[in-house]
C-alpha cells in the first residue's frame, strides 16, 4: 500500500487566465502568485493545503481539464498501481505525472516533500 497523505494542488486551466484569476481570488478570497520556472507556468496559492493552480489552457495532457493532485511518496511504485488496476499514465515524471483512472478520469499525482 503506498498511501496518499493529502491532496496537493488543484488546477484549473483557464482560456482567459486573468479571467479566472480575478474568479478564484474573489471566490476563495485567496492570492494567486506567479509560479518559479521549476513550478511551471501559471499561478498558484503560495501557502495551504491544497494549492490553487490556474494555467493558460492548452493541449497537453494536464492542460484541457481541471485535475486533483494527490500527494504520494513514491511516483514511480504509483504509476505501476494505476496501470495495474486499470488505469492509464497519460504522462509520466518524477515531480508530478498525469493519469487516468479506471473510468477514463484524469487526476494527477505529485512527489510528496519530506516533512521537517
Keep these: 500500500m503506498h498511501g496518499v497523505s ?3 494542488l ?3 486551466p483557464a482560456d482567459d487566465p486573468e479571467r479566472a484569476l480575478r474568479f478564484w ?3 476563495l478570497g485567496v492570492e494567486l502568485q506567479a509560479r518559479e520556472a521549476a513550478d511551471g ?4 496559492t503560495p501557502a ?4 490553487l493552480g490556474v494555467h493558460q489552457r492548452g493541449r497537453g495532457p494536464g492542460d484541457s481539464f481541471s485535475l486533483p493532485y494527490f500527494a504520494v511518496a513514491d511516483i514511480p511504485a504509483t504509476l505501476e498501481q494505476v ?3 486499470g488505469g492509464t499514465v497519460v ?4 515531480r508530478w505525472a498525469i493519469c487516468k483512472d479506471s473510468e477514463g478520469s ?3 499525482l505529485s512527489r510528496e516533500t519530506p516533512s521537517g
Design 6 to 8: 493529502a491532496f496537493s
Design 10 to 12: 488543484i488546477e484549473f
Design 25 to 27: 481570488s474573489g471566490v
Design 48 to 51: 495551504g493545503s491544497p494549492a
Design 83 to 85: 496501470t495495474a488496476l
Design 91 to 94: 504522462h509520466p515524471g518524477e
Design 106 to 108: 484524469p487526476f494527477a
Design 41 to 44: 507556468e501559471g499561478w498558484q
